[in-house]
């Protein structure tokens, strides 16, 4: 089944300790992004790929990372977390960054940074 | 940066009965990608629609229409016989015409009543 699996759906975490937040395709997607998701503001997109090796930022950057060191994968990293990255976060692939193109959605992952 | 403004937060519908949701945009680009994503409580994130802006004819997905306006940067979602189902966050967005950056407004709850 062509999917996109973030892992994990939940997670409750302390102020400073790093994560991941893992985010594979099965459907050999060239593009990938991170997305979260706040009350009263919609999606934003955090960061996005357009292949391997090749990230760049969205709008809302600052404390995270990515990489994409193989095609399936795309991780959001949070070094040293906060409050105020509680959010719900989701990535997304597509076949390529041409427009048109559906983006598909993972499952979306519940952070709550205490 | 562009902005994609909701300005219905919430709205309701009868059964059976049609509604329609409101979008705007704001971009300096002619060319450009627009699209109508559906979260029902699952969070999952559901592709209903989207519209390329060089085209003129607005798309229509089975119940599913839009209103593309280009001149006055509108993109209405209007839904024919609405079902107990389509109850869900409805989201606009906006994809540049690289692919790359997608927008996305703040989102208008759509309640059914049976």
């Known amino acids: 089944e062509a999917q996109v699996t973030q892992n994990p759906r939940y997670l409750i975490t302390v102020t400073g300790k790093k994560l991941t937040v893992t985010c594979s395709q099965n459907?050999?997607?060239?593009?990938m992004s991170w997305y979260r998701q706040d009350p009263g503001l919609g999606l934003r997109q955090i960061y996005y790929?357009?292949?391997?090796?090749?990230?760049d930022k969205g709008d809302v950057p600052e404390g995270y990372k990515v990489s994409r060191k193989e095609k399936r994968n795309f991780p959001l990293i949070l070094e040293s977390p906060s409050p105020n990255q509680t959010s719900l976060y989701f990535c997304?692939?597509?076949?390529?960054?041409?427009?048109?193109?559906?983006?598909?959605f993972g499952q979306g992952t519940r952070l709550t940074v205490v | 940066a562009q902005t994609v403004t909701q300005s219905q937060p919430e709205m309701s519908v009868q059964e059976a009965e049609t509604v329609t949701l409101s979008c705007t945009y704001d971009?300096?680009?002619?060319?450009?990608?627009l699209f109508w994503y559906k979260q029902p409580p699952s969070r999952q994130m559901i592709l209903v629609i989207r519209?390329?802006?060089?085209?003129?004819q607005n798309a229509t997905e089975n119940r599913f229409s839009v209103n593309f306006q280009k001149a006055a940067k509108s993109f209405s979602l209007k839904i024919s016989d609405s079902q107990l189902g389509d109850a869900a966050m409805y989201f606009c967005?906006?994809?540049?015409?690289?692919?790359?950056?997608?927008?996305f407004g703040t989102g208008t709850s759509l309640t059914v009543i049976p």
């Open positions: 967005a906006y994809r540049s015409a690289d692919g790359n950056q997608f927008y």
């Open positions: 997304a692939s597509s076949l390529s960054s041409g427009g048109y193109t559906e983006a598909f």
């Open positions: 459907m050999n997607h060239e593009y």
């Open positions: 790929s357009m292949n391997v090796e090749v990230t």
């Open positions: 519209q390329e802006a060089y085209k003129q």
């Open positions: 971009t300096s680009e002619s060319d450009y990608y």
